[in-house]
């Protein structure tokens, strides 16, 4: 076999040390120096069969043949959505999210589900095809993994029985068990908790990381195992570890929310077997993580009171319209420099629209504290929100509420023009069917505006002109900086 050692290798320009140094001899770059195994190529390998009688013939694109991968379902409908139909066997997600916003919870119901082989709340034992599932947990004890396992209801029956706990951090050990065991999932909790034996760094460390994720990948990719790995967030939202780690793995996937708040949202980032554009919504429950049913309802105002600054808009994630509730309050300014806080919305976006307003539609903001807000928590950057973000801000400094059926969707420009956006049909039929009867969209220049049932569709050209049919009362002349006549 290949003897396997350490060295550092400087990530700048490739050198090798035999140990840590503060700075690379060779390129003089300052602190990139990772360990790293070195794996010494034998003899016998490198006497062997050339490459191309390795690889085979080239072939054109339009002869190459390859299988539909076949999908196993983790028994969480949106879970599939967002991954493109289930889990790929031989494949490795990476699931990231904040602490406490509850990955592992997530990850033991998906665990029941991939057991079962059915989604979860169908009658257990009917029609299930699953397998065995390997949890390697190295954040905790087998003992915490199985208390959370009786809040969750998941200590009886098949699922149970399908389940396997180790309190593990040996990368090593945890690869020999699972081709010992050959579960159709492996799950393992998380990566930054494992180590190798060959390299001295310690858990979490970027050498560390990369190593033990690319001997998992090897593992999935050569005993056909689905591999899903949970991984930290540093304190700005990113994944800890190096950027290899997201390269490595087929599908990287992130939860998010608001740890006050029950609602949880799942997107993919990257993903070599489905879309990136779904999007997944749960509910934080007594009994774990919820699918929500009417995901488009989930994020509107639920109290009756509709006060100035509310507006509802209509954003697309994915194939999935959503209806959310975006809020505006426009304060008077003390000394200083007026505040620009947004929560769920981009500030620099923020700012842009706010100097829109001023200069193109006679809202001025300039002297006045703005604070924007996508209610239930979530962060989106849709485009489309831009029109109804306008109209909140101009119904909270007018004190005037729009109208409670209204729902606004369009792209404002830097002149104050409203731009169309994809999907304005799909967004338009749901929100009539949660009960909007007017909309205000971009105009057309060829007249033809969606025609939707049970709703009116107004196209307007620019943001004044939206303004006022929002808001009700014309706005004055543009201003850069003054007060709303």
């Not at 043949?65 to 997600?93: F, H, K, Y």
Request: glycine fraction near 14%.
């Amino acid at each position: 076999m290949a003897r396997q050692q350490s060295r550092y290798i400087c990530q700048t320009c490739g050198a090798a040390h035999l140990r840590w140094e503060g700075q690379c001899r060779t390129c003089g770059a300052w602190n990139t120096l990772v360990e790293t195994v070195v794996r010494e190529a034998d003899t016998k390998r490198r006497a062997g069969p050339s490459l191309a009688s390795r690889a085979g013939a080239p072939q054109s694109l339009s002869g190459l043949r390859e299988a539909e991968p076949v999908r196993i379902p983790t028994g969480i409908g949106e879970i599939d959505r967002v991954l493109g139909g289930g889990l790929v066997p031989g494949s490795a997600v990476l699931l990231g999210g904040e602490p406490g916003i509850g990955k592992s919870t997530l990850l033991l119901q998906a665990a029941a589900g991939l057991a079962l082989g059915q989604r979860i709340g169908d009658a257990a034992g009917m029609g299930g095809v699953g397998g065995e599932v390997l949890y390697a947990t190295g954040e905790e004890s087998a003992g915490q993994v199985r208390l959370r396992a009786g809040r969750l209801g998941l200590l009886e029956g098949v699922a149970a029985d399908r389940i396997s706990v180790v309190a593990e951090t040996d990368v090593g050990r945890i690869v020999e068990l699972a081709r010992e065991t050959r579960p159709i999932a492996l799950i393992v909790d998380s990566i930054q908790t494992v180590t190798i034996d060959e390299l001295e760094g310690p858990a979490g460390s970027v050498g560390q990381v990369r190593e033990c994720a690319l001997r998992l990948m090897e593992m999935a990719k050569g005993d056909g195992i689905a591999v899903i790995l949970v991984g930290h967030v540093t304190k700005d939202g990113t994944l800890a570890g190096p950027k290899t780690l997201e390269h490595l793995v087929d599908a990287v996937l992130n939860l998010e929310g608001d740890r006050t708040a029950t609602l949880r949202l799942l997107r993919a980032t990257k993903n070599r077997f489905g879309s990136t554009e779904e999007v997944g919504v749960f509910e934080m429950a007594e009994r774990g993580m919820a699918e929500v049913v009417d995901p488009a309802r989930a994020f509107l105002a639920t109290t009756d009171e509709h006060a100035p600054g509310s507006v509802a808009g209509a954003t697309l994630e994915g194939t999935r319209p959503l209806l959310v509730e975006v809020q505006a309050l426009v304060a008077p300014g003390g000394y200083g420099s007026p505040r620009r806080t947004a929560s769920g919305v981009d500030t620099s976006r923020l700012a842009v629209l706010v100097a829109v307003l001023g200069r193109r539609a006679g809202i001025g903001l300039g002297s006045h504290d703005v604070y924007a807000n996508l209610a239930g928590g979530l962060e989106l950057d849709d485009p489309g929100l831009d029109l109804p973000l306008c109209l909140a801000l101009a119904s909270s400094l007018r004190d005037k509420p729009v109208p409670r059926d209204l729902v606004a969707i369009g792209e404002v420009g830097l002149l104050g023009e409203l731009r169309p956006v994809p999907g304005l049909e799909r967004r338009l039929r749901e929100a009539a069917r949660l009960g909007f009867h007017t909309a205000i969209v971009p105009g057309s220049r060829r007249g033809d505006l969606p025609t939707v049932a049970g709703m009116e569709v107004i196209g307007v050209a620019n943001l004044r002109a939206a303004i006022g049919q929002a808001v009700g009362a014309n706005p004055g002349p543009a201003a850069d900086d003054g007060e709303a006549t």
